[in-house]
């Protein structure tokens, strides 16, 4: 089952991710997380600073055993990849370059790191 855990009137509560139902609420954020793991629940995705990884909306995003990136339903999460830098979840986006040439690129929206830029000066003219 998916999970996640909110912070609610100075308390860690978890939640179940797909109905939205609290499940418990713990004192303290670690032993909410340890409850989770207790219960084999799935947790989202945690960024490098500990944080759990959200889109722009707010919703928690999870990591399946294929390593594709999903809502709490199990939607996959398109043009989505973690940021080699932080660990959030960034999305493609087009950006204009120094040469002010569009490209698309995965634009983290926690550190800002721009990374896996396509199409490369190289690959620009190229069919497929
Ligand atoms: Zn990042």
């Known amino acids: 089952m998916r999970v996640y855990i909110k912070e609610v009137e100075g308390k860690a509560v978890v939640y179940n991710a797909v109905s939205n139902e609290p499940i418990k ?3 303290d954020i670690s032993d909410a997380v340890k409850y989770a793991v207790d219960h084999n629940y799935e947790l ?5 600073d500990g944080e759990f990884v959200t889109d722009k909306e707010g919703n928690f995003l999870y990591m399946d055993d294929k390593k594709l990136i999903e809502y709490a339903d199990g939607t996959l999460v398109q043009g989505a990849k973690i940021c080699p830098k932080c660990g959030w979840v960034a999305f493609g986006e087009e950006i204009v370059d120094e040469d002010k040439e569009p490209r698309e690129c995965y ?3 926690h550190c800002g790191n721009v990374f896996d830029c396509t199409p490369d000066i190289e690959e620009i003219g190229e069919a497929d």
């Open 25 to 27: 609420e713990f004192d």
């Open 44 to 48: 989202p995705i945690r960024a490098f």
């Open 107 to 109: 634009v983290c929206p």
